[in-house]
């Protein structure tokens, strides 16, 4: 295999490379203090991150290189290194040319020990770090303490300045790398951008120069025009594609075998130097060749080079003190939901109701709040959102320069990618989705949790919102479009989060949707998930029940209630509009069909009470845990996610051997809502069997007729099953608001 080899030569026309952007007086692009400059930045760089790797002692190299400076552990990732250390120097050179503000996201967050290296020379991890001073201490902190326990982790983490990202999915960056120049060009040409492709190895640093500022000025253009009230319509984005060699300026060849330009370069190149002769000899030339004694010599002045043409004199202009990254965060002025509460007993659904909400918010906040929707917003019923400027679609004739605080687009990475740098940044935002479809973004969610995890614990990283998510189109009124929509996965995900940080709420009616609403986004450092309904469902409290009954997070309901859920013989439990919906059915079922059984209907909108207490800063003490659920008494928690979920948040608390935990049971087709119920046994009529059957052992009226109120609910079920496949749909009064008792206790 030959060293950095080129991709080979596509099918497409040499035409399509007519359009690619061609830089104009590239030789021009700077000037020969500024290439001393850039150089000397680079091969500090591009040392520093290689030392951090390998030595721990000897930093510097100011005495001949033994095995005994070498780490134990050989822990990082060099190939990315390189490419980090010249954009990074170049975005210097254009910040302090043309006095911009601006920072780095970071993709290849492995690439740490570049960005630590950059952070360095421009002296921005001091700040934060007292000890990391740029001196030859300093230095010798940062490299030694690299990748062990006392230093930095190998990734771009949260104790990172200046980073909101710890890079992610890099699968597709092999795709483009086996793709020429030309199908480079045709590919992001389509997506609308201009490409300007940076290659010439010979002449870099002149080019990528030239190649940003040309970037700089079509931002400009583009923003200057949209700012004056007259668009571009279809406005094409610089995009800068730059070639470099994986490892460039690393080991050549081992063994044969290229390592430059190669796979074997990307994490750590000589992975035995202290055991294989030859490899030692590879790594002692290559850190040589760097010449890093001369970084702190005063003859060779290269700190002052880099200081006097590229790092921005005014430290708050470096992008590893940048305010936005680490220390902004602008509050949501909430206007009071109680100006659309809905009037209890009435019908309303969750979504549309929060609609409405986020309407009014964009109103207060027209700049720092933004909600970003796969797709369906209407089918969502939170079009609402939509009456305040409406969508942000630049190629949309409907949607373009509105000034839209809603972003639609059928990528859900990219939703989140979108929140996570919007919410790391000081600002608000709301994700709404499907239900089933949240789960695409699983892993990316728990890696934004682990950085802000990380970020709580450090004391120069300031409160930023929580992130927030709405989850509809639930599984339970999914059944038209079957099974590969119903899947309530994501309840989970979040579940395992750090309890610290995890929120899952299930408010059981609109005025509870909304007053949950109103405490996530008004909350600070959570990950919030709220599961709702889309349809219109009967709403069971009023504006101030329900306030008071978010507050609390779990509630004994006395108007679903007998004797207002006083010395019952069964309690069952809610968690979820439809699920909540057929507890209180059941209920009312069985006040007819047995008198004589005595029921506590309790609903759970907070999820993380249940768990064992002080598992969770929510969990209920066990006074309360037994208030509500008693002492004794079978309990059937009636749940809208996967049972096995639950039964992990309730274990630690005592006497779960009468506790039966009913869920999704992964049971689901195209056929009627009711049905999707039944299939997953969360039905009204499951509910009242486990009622009767749980009491007939404490209550001789009620076991003197179980077996006869049994078989009439199997008859009921067979009844129901015969209709369904009949008439292809629920019976018409299937959703009917159950019977409730008047005479009520406030919940």
């Not at 091969?43 to 100011?62: F, Q, S």
């Not at 597709?172 to 609308?192: N, P, R």
């Not at 700089?216 to 253009?221: F, G, N, Y």
Request: proline residues 6%; aromatic residues 8%.
């Amino acid at each position: 295999m030959s060293q950095n080899p080129a991709p080979d030569r596509s099918q497409l026309p040499d035409t399509i490379l007519d359009l690619q952007v061609q830089l104009k007086q590239v030789e021009n692009a700077i000037t020969g203090g500024e290439l001393k400059a850039l150089s000397a930045f680079q091969r500090v760089a591009n040392y520093m991150a290689a030392a951090m790797i390998y030595l721990r002692g000897n930093t510097m190299l100011e005495a001949e290189l033994s095995k005994n400076d070498i780490k134990p552990r050989l822990l990082g990732h060099w190939g990315t290194c390189p490419g980090l250390t010249l954009v990074y120097s170049h975005l210097n050179l254009l910040i302090r040319k043309n006095d911009l503000d601006m920072f780095l996201i970071t993709g290849p967050g492995h690439g740490a020990p570049a960005i630590l290296a950059c952070l360095a020379l421009e002296d921005s991890l001091s700040p934060f770090y007292p000890d990391l001073t740029r001196t030859k201490e300093g230095f010798r902190k940062l490299i030694a303490g690299f990748s062990t326990p006392k230093g930095f982790p190998s990734h771009v983490s949260a104790g990172v300045p200046g980073s909101i990202h710890e890079g992610g999915e890099l699968g597709e960056k092999t795709i483009f790398g086996t793709m020429d120049d030309k199908e480079i060009v045709a590919l992001f040409s389509g997506y609308g951008y201009q490409c300007c492709i940076v290659s010439d190895l010979g002449n870099l640093d002149h080019q990528l120069a030239a190649a940003l500022q040309w970037a700089l000025a079509e931002i400009r253009t583009i923003q200057n025009a949209a700012r004056s009230g007259k668009p571009i319509v279809k406005p094409r984005w610089p995009m800068i594609v730059l070639r470099t060699p994986k490892g460039y300026s690393g080991p050549k060849f081992l063994d044969g075998k290229p390592i430059e330009g190669n796979y074997r370069a990307h994490q750590v190149p000589l992975a035995s130097p202290t055991s294989v002769p030859e490899q030692f000899k590879l790594l002692k030339e290559w850190l040589e060749s760097y010449k890093s004694w001369e970084i702190f010599s005063p003859n060779s002045q290269l700190l002052e080079l880099i200081d006097q043409y590229l790092i921005p004199p005014d430290p708050c202009k470096r992008m590893g003190q940048r305010k936005e990254t680490y220390d902004t965060h602008y509050l949501v002025d909430l206007p009071d939901w109680n100006n659309l509460a809905v009037e209890k007993g009435d019908d309303a659904s969750e979504t549309k109701c929060a609609g409405a909400f986020i309407r009014d918010i964009f109103k207060k906040n027209p700049t720092t709040v933004r909600l970003w929707s796969p797709d369906e917003l209407t089918s969502n019923k939170l079009d609402a959102a939509l009456e305040f400027q409406g969508r942000n679609f630049q190629w949309d004739p409907d949607s373009r320069a509105r000034g839209g605080r809603v972003i639609e687009i059928l990528s859900e990475h990219t939703c989140q990618a979108h929140l996570q740098g919007y919410t790391l940044t000081g600002r608000t935002g709301i994700f709404p989705s499907y239900e089933s479809f949240l789960g695409i973004i699983h892993t990316m969610m728990v890696q934004y949790s682990k950085f802000s995890k990380m970020s709580r614990e450090l004391s120069w990283r300031k409160d930023i919102s929580s992130i927030n998510y709405i989850e509809t189109s639930t599984w339970t009124r999914q059944e038209h479009n079957g099974f590969s929509h119903q899947n309530p996965s994501f309840i989970g995900a979040v579940l395992n989060l750090k309890a610290k940080f995890a929120r899952v709420y299930l408010p059981p009616d609109a005025n509870c949707m909304l007053s949950t609403l109103s405490h996530c986004l008004g909350s600070k450092n959570y990950v919030n998930l709220i599961v709702g309904s889309k349809q219109e469902t009967p709403v069971w409290l009023s504006p101030e029940q329900a306030a008071e009954h978010c507050r609390r997070g779990a509630s004994i309901w006395p108007f679903a209630s007998t004797e207002n859920g006083s010395n019952p013989d069964v309690v069952l439990v809610g968690i979820g509009v439809e699920i909540t919906f057929e507890v209180i059915t059941a209920a009312s079922m069985l006040r007819a069909l047995c008198p004589a059984l005595r029921l506590r209907v309790v609903n759970v909108t907070d999820l993380m009470v249940l768990g064992e207490s002080g598992s969770h800063p929510h969990a209920l003490s066990d006074d309360e845990f037994t208030r509500l659920f008693t002492e004794e008494k079978p309990v059937l928690f009636n749940y809208h996610g996967y049972s096995t979920e639950l039964r992990g948040l309730l274990f630690g608390r005592p006497r779960l051997d009468r506790v039966v935990v009913q869920g999704y049971q992964e049971e689901g087709t195209t056929t009627t809502p009711l049905a999707m119920l039944v299939l997953n046994k969360v039905s009204r009529y499951d509910v009242a069997k486990f009622a009767i059957q749980a009491a007939r052992g404490t209550n001789p009226e009620v076991d003197s007729v179980a077996d006869r109120l049994l078989q009439e609910i199997d008859n009921r079920i067979e009844d129901f099953w015969k209709f369904i496949n009949e008439n292809g749909k629920d019976p018409d009064d299937a959703f009917e608001k159950p019977q409730l008792i008047e005479k009520q206790t406030e919940i």
